[in-house]
C-alpha cells in the first residue's frame, strides 16, 4: 500500500525545495547581470520597479550654471543642456549616469563626470575620457582651474587628484595630498559590514574588481540556476513516476 502521508520528510523536502526554487532562480539571474552591469547597456521600462509610482522626471544628480541663459542637468540617465526654455539632450551620455559638472573659464561646454570616468569636450565637439576610475569629486578652484579626484573601482579606491585649465592637460594637485598627509595615521581602520559582505557576495574579496567579480558572479550564478532547474526537472518526473 502506497503511504499516503503528505508529510514525510521526502515530500517536505519536495515541497520547501520547489517553493525555494523560484527565489533562488530570481538571485542566481539578478546576480549574473549585476555583475555584467560595466559591459551591458540593457534597459527596461521604469514602470518594472518597485518605486511607487513612475516620477515625470528622473532626479537631478548634478546641476551646473554657465550663465544666465544656460544650464547643464545631469541625471542616471543622461545629460542635457537647457537654454531659453528648451532641453537638448547630449547624446554621447545617453543611458549614463552623470554624478559631476564643472565649469571651466571661457569654455561653452562643462567638464562631466560619469561614475567611472571624467569626460572632457574636445576641439571637434567629441568627448573624451582622460580619467578613468570611480570618481570622488570634480569643483571648481579658486584660481580657475577644476579638481578631479578619481581612481580604482572599489569603495576604499585610492583616488588621485589632478587638476587642468582647459580639460585636456591634467596635473597632480599637491596641496591634496599634503592635506592629506596631514590627517593621523589609521590605527584600526574599519568599513562598514555591509562593505565587506557585498566584496564577499560578488567576489571582489578574492579576485578584485572587473573581470574577476564578473566571472566569479557567473559561474556561481549558472552553478545555482542549473540546480535549481535540474532539480525542479527531477522533481516532475519523480512526481510523474509516483502518480
Known amino acids: 500500500m502506497k503511504n499516503k502521508n503528505p508529510w514525510t520528510m521526502r515530500r517536505a523536502h519536495f515541497w520547501v525545495g520547489t517553493i525555494l526554487a523560484l527565489p533562488f532562480l530570481l538571485m542566481a539571474l539578478s546576480g549574473i547581470f549585476i555583475s555584467m552591469r560595466s559591459v551591458t547597456n540593457i534597459k527596461v521600462p521604469l514602470s518594472w ?81 582622460l580619467i578613468r576610475g570611480r570618481v570622488r569629486q570634480l569643483s571648481s578652484l579658486p584660481d580657475g582651474r577644476v579638481l578631479a579626484i578619481a581612481g580604482g573601482r572599489g569603495e576604499m579606491a585610492d583616488g588621485k587628484p589632478m587638476a587642468t585649465f582647459d580639460g585636456m592637460h591634467w596635473e597632480p594637485y599637491m596641496p591634496v595630498m599634503k592635506a592629506n598627509r596631514d590627517l593621523p595615521a589609521l590605527e584600526n581602520p574599519k568599513i562598514a559590514l555591509h562593505q565587506w559582505m557585498r566584496e564577499l557576495h560578488s567576489g571582489a574579496y578574492f579576485w578584485g574588481k572587473g573581470v574577476g567579480e564578473m566571472i566569479w558572479s557567473n559561474i556561481l550564478g549558472w552553478v545555482l540556476a542549473i540546480l535549481v532547474l535540474t532539480g525542479l526537472w527531477m522533481w516532475i518526473k519523480t512526481l510523474k513516476r509516483n502518480g
Open 49 to 129: 520597479s518597485g518605486a511607487e509610482k513612475v516620477p515625470e522626471r528622473l532626479p537631478v544628480m548634478a546641476y551646473l550654471e554657465i550663465s544666465n541663459e544656460i544650464a547643464w542637468i545631469g541625471n542616471a540617465q543622461g545629460l542635457h543642456k537647457v537654454s531659453n526654455g528648451n532641453a537638448e539632450e547630449v547624446t554621447h551620455f545617453s543611458g549614463q549616469e552623470i554624478m559631476f559638472l564643472a565649469a571651466l573659464p571661457n569654455k561653452p561646454l562643462p567638464l562631466v563626470a560619469t561614475r567611472m570616468a571624467v569626460w572632457s569636450p574636445t576641439s571637434n565637439g567629441e568627448w573624451k575620457p
